[in-house]
């Protein structure tokens, strides 16, 4: 059977041309960059070229980079740091941010006693500015305002710059999980104030294992694993220099594509909406993610019936989807941003399903998808 892949938010397979590069660097460039010899002087090379080349892109100086193993722990040390070395005593989110965005809040918030206020989305989705200004103008306390850019479920983007100049306006520090845009849109952070943001490998086409905490050079953040001076003191451990070479060449090619991929995955969804709505009637999208404000890669879908087996019908099928996000899809819960979304009676009797797209997808993948939905919304599994 062809399988067809559309999970593309949760993870994304590796190019070729990352695997090449990270067989080589395990082959023949294996010191530790913290050796002075010339096996760790080579590592090192490697290192802190991927890291100009990454900053080039994002329009940061190289010291603003910092390696991680994940989007996960960029997201937890910036956090966690903020309070515990920046003195933040309230931190500002919203309750539809990634699970660990939201678990290192609600840490902060049991073991240090910060105050924490949540921006409710409004029923498209949105975090309204208004909201967040109004929350910023309503204490003194020194605050962290974390939103995310792209969420990962209904792919509903806040508007970075704007938000990033009220936190500035307002003398609030300003965290955003960017793990779902880097490399899909072009970031300028020598334009968009943003203190702090998060990236992940493994979401363009990298390695799982690797990604990088943005911390901009004056924010005064400090590591919170800690142990040898790696990574300017900031994140103790030696690097993963194959999985941060796989990061580097993951990221040179989806920049270096950029328009190209974008324009084939816009495509791709623009089909995917009409094909589905076809397939299924009365199919609804959530927040906005049938229209093209959204992330292009994320098309997030209420079928209008109950079926708590779909993921599993269509996996039969061929076609790998997303029941919500990676990282809630195991769970019978369903996710804080569908509990907010969604009316009681869309709870009951519809399901959602989260499906993302990559530059190696094609209209007949789409077709394949529309041809499922259609037999299980008819009944024919
Ligand atoms: N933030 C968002 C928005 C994500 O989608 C993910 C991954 O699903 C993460 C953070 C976590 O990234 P990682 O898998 O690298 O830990």
Do not use: W
């Not at 204490?139 to 792209?150: E, F, G, R």
């Not at 050079?217 to 694993?225: C, D, R, T, V």
């Not at 039969?316 to 009676?345: I, T």
């Not at 959602?352 to 789409?366: A, E, M, Q, V």
């Amino acid at each position: 059977m062809n399988k067809i892949y559309l999970d593309n938010a949760a993870t994304t397979p590796l190019s070729p041309e990352v695997i090449d590069e990270m067989i080589d660097v395990m082959k023949f460039n294996y010191g530790n960059p913290s050796s002075t010899h010339s096996f760790g002087q080579q590592a090192k090379t490697l290192l802190e070229k991927t890291r100009r080349e990454i900053a080039d892109d994002l329009k940061v100086s190289p010291a603003e980079i910092i390696f991680t193993s994940c989007g996960t722990e960029a997201n937890n040390m910036i956090i966690k740091s903020a309070v515990e070395h920046l003195g933040i005593e309230r931190i500002i989110t919203s309750p539809i941010e990634h699970k660990c965005v939201a678990e290192s809040v609600l840490d902060m918030k049991k073991r240090r006693n910060v105050e924490v206020v949540y921006l409710r989305p409004n029923s498209e989705g949105d975090i309204e500015l208004e909201k967040l200004e109004e929350a910023l103008k309503s204490s003194d306390k020194k605050t962290l305002v974390s939103l995310m850019h792209a969420n990962n479920e209904i792919g509903n983007v806040l508007d970075l710059e704007k938000a990033a100049k009220i936190c500035k306006e307002n003398g609030a520090l300003f965290h955003s999980d960017t793990v779902q845009t880097v490399a899909h849109l072009d970031l300028d952070f020598s334009k968009i104030p943003v203190d702090f943001a998060s990236c992940s490998a493994h979401k363009f086409h990298g390695p799982k294992g690797a990604g990088f905490a943005f911390i901009r050079k004056s924010s005064g953040l400090k590591a919170m694993i800690v142990g040898g001076p790696q990574e300017r003191n900031l994140r103790a451990g030696t690097e993963n220099v194959c999985g941060i070479a796989g990061l580097g060449k993951a990221m040179e090619l989806s920049m270096r594509n950029l328009e190209n991929y974008s324009a084939h995955i816009k495509e791709i969804k623009k089909y995917a909406v009409q094909e589905i709505k076809k397939a299924v009637p009365n199919v609804k999208f959530n927040g906005k993610s049938g229209t093209d404000e959204s992330l292009y890669t994320i098309l997030s879908v209420l079928l209008p019936f109950k079926n708590p087996l779909i993921g599993l019908q269509l996996d039969m099928k061929g076609v790998a989807v997303s029941q919500g996000s990676a990282c809630s899809s195991g769970s019978p819960q369903p996710s804080m941003a569908m509990m907010l979304l969604l009316s009681e009676n869309e709870m009951e009797n519809s399901t959602p399903l989260r499906i993302s797209f990559s530059h190696l997808n094609t209209k007949s993948d789409i077709d394949v998808l529309a041809n499922a939905l259609k037999e299980i919304a008819e009944g024919k599994v």
